[in-house]
């Protein structure tokens, strides 16, 4: 990972705070995206390789083109793209959910991710090289009672990140995603509006993932030989079997 450029997206908090923490530590320089800057700005200053902030809402498309669109010379070739940006919003069956939660997370974790994707893919395109790295969830596999709309979206981001590794295979650049079960973070405290008693209950009785469980795994899908790609890596916390069923100490 010497001297490779890594884009992350939400990199201000959880998964991928951990994430750019992992690849800054094998010599990677990176480019760390989100909405609040000053997070980045403390991430950055911990981190002992160089990094460029960039602020902006992955649902903005006008924001996310012409942000990176405009990306200084020395960092336009990107070798691995981790579109991580996203969370959940509200746990409520469809006839009683929110339309701005279903809005929040369609446009976020689907389109956003779908618009970095597309404005980066013609420079990696023109140098040949390049891996995508997308983050979806076990709500991508599985549906889960009241997440109709979440896991649409992380169904969304599976199928998308099938298509795109189709329609890329003949430009050299890698695909894949990773599915992660529960991960502590700040991703429950987001999906219930700063409830953070509801929050904790989410983790209690089983031992979550940390993000930098997930870092790790994310490295190592980065770092794979030219010739083998994961596509697709499903990574659970060993208590959890599946979307909805954990095996908590009581
Ligand atoms: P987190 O701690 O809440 O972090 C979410 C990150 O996404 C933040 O850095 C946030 O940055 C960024 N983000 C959210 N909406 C954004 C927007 N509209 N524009 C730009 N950035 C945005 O949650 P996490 O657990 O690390 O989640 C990271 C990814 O993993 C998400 O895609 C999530 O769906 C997925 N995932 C999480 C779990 C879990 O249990 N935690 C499980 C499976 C998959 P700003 O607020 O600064 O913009």
Not at 157 to 165: C, K, S
Request: include cysteine; glycine fraction near 8%; charge should be neutral.
């Amino acid at each position: 990972m010497k001297d490779k450029t890594i884009l992350i997206t939400g990199a201000s908090s959880g998964i991928g705070w951990a994430t750019a923490e992992a690849f800054s530590k094998q010599g990677a320089r990176l480019i760390l995206c989100g909405r609040r800057k000053e997070k980045l700005e403390s991430l950055a200053h911990q981190l002992k390789t160089e990094t460029l902030i960039l602020t902006f809402d992955v649902r903005d498309r006008k924001a996310v083109f012409e942000t990176l669109d405009k990306l200084p010379k020395d960092w336009v070739n990107i070798d691995v793209l981790i579109n991580n940006a996203g969370n959940a919003h509200g746990l409520d069956p469809v006839q009683t959910a929110n339309i701005e939660d279903w809005e929040a997370m369609i446009d976020g974790n689907v389109k956003g991710l779908m618009y970095v994707t597309k404005a980066l893919l013609p420079g990696m395109i023109k140098s040949r090289k390049g891996h995508i790295i997308n983050l979806g969830s076990i709500a991508g596999k599985e549906v889960y009672p009241n997440g109709s709309v979440y896991c649409s979206s992380k169904f969304a981001v599976d199928a998308f990140t099938q298509g795109l590794r189709i329609d890329l295979n003949k430009e050299g650049i890698k695909v894949g995603a990773i599915h992660p079960g529960l991960v502590q973070t700040e991703f429950s405290e987001v999906r219930f509006k700063g409830d953070r008693a509801r929050a904790a209950k989410v983790y209690e009785g089983i031992q979550a993932l940390s993000a930098q469980d997930v870092a790790d795994a994310i490295l190592y899908m980065a770092q794979t030989p030219d010739q083998v790609n994961v596509a697709d890596l499903v990574l659970l916390p060993t208590r959890q079997a599946n979307a909805y069923i954990s095996n908590r100490e009581s």
